[in-house]
């Protein structure tokens, strides 16, 4: 057997045990628009999505995935593209509840059946005090170089003149 078979067949069993880590944070659905209609199948979408940071309070995060319709779109099975917009912004004071480390997965997604998931993660411009998030999406053999950056400056809220530094809540 080929090391990719191999790679591929223990890809397999750890998905279906359930080894595979759950999101850590929840999504919630803003709305979706319709990019190509289709006749007796579900239309291909645009869809919005907010998620909370779970370990930075005052850290909301919205994306853009496109969703496939068709009969693979229907029953699940599609492979979705690699497009996804993302856009990170301060809604409230901050506060870090734990210590975090540099690329630590914000929320996590599947795009396919079994190999291919998108993923928000998190770092520390611990020079300028700004939290960095990335969205890409990866597949277990081969990746995909798309991603999308955005940038929360650790900003005062309101009439709280302190400000947290995020390199203190880095391990």
């Not at 068709?70 to 996804?84: C, L, Q, R």
């Not at 993302?86 to 004071?93: K, S, T, Y």
Request: hydrophobic share 40%; aromatic share 8%.
């Amino acid at each position: 057997m080929s090391f990719r078979r191999c790679l591929l067949a223990a890809a397999s069993v750890l998905a279906l045990a359930g080894v595979v880590a759950p999101a850590t944070a929840q999504e919630d659905l803003i709305f979706k628009k319709s990019t190509v209609w289709k006749m007796l199948t579900p239309d291909d979408k645009l869809a919005v999505y907010g998620v909370d940071d779970p370990v930075v309070e005052g850290v909301a995060c919205h994306y853009t995935v496109p969703e496939k319709g068709g009969v693979s779109g229907m029953f699940g099975v599609a492979e979705e593209v690699s497009d996804v917009s993302l856009a990170c912004r301060q809604i409230g004071p901050i506060r870090f509840k734990e210590k975090a480390s540099q690329g630590d997965v914000v929320f996590r997604e599947r795009r396919s059946l079994i190999w291919k998931k998108m993923q928000i993660v998190r770092g520390c411009d611990a020079k300028r005090n700004v939290l960095i998030y990335m969205v890409y999406t990866d597949k277990l053999i081969d990746g995909s170089p798309q991603n999308s950056t955005s940038s929360v400056p650790i900003m005062p809220w309101g009439n709280s003149g302190d400000v947290p530094r995020c390199s203190e809540w880095v391990r």
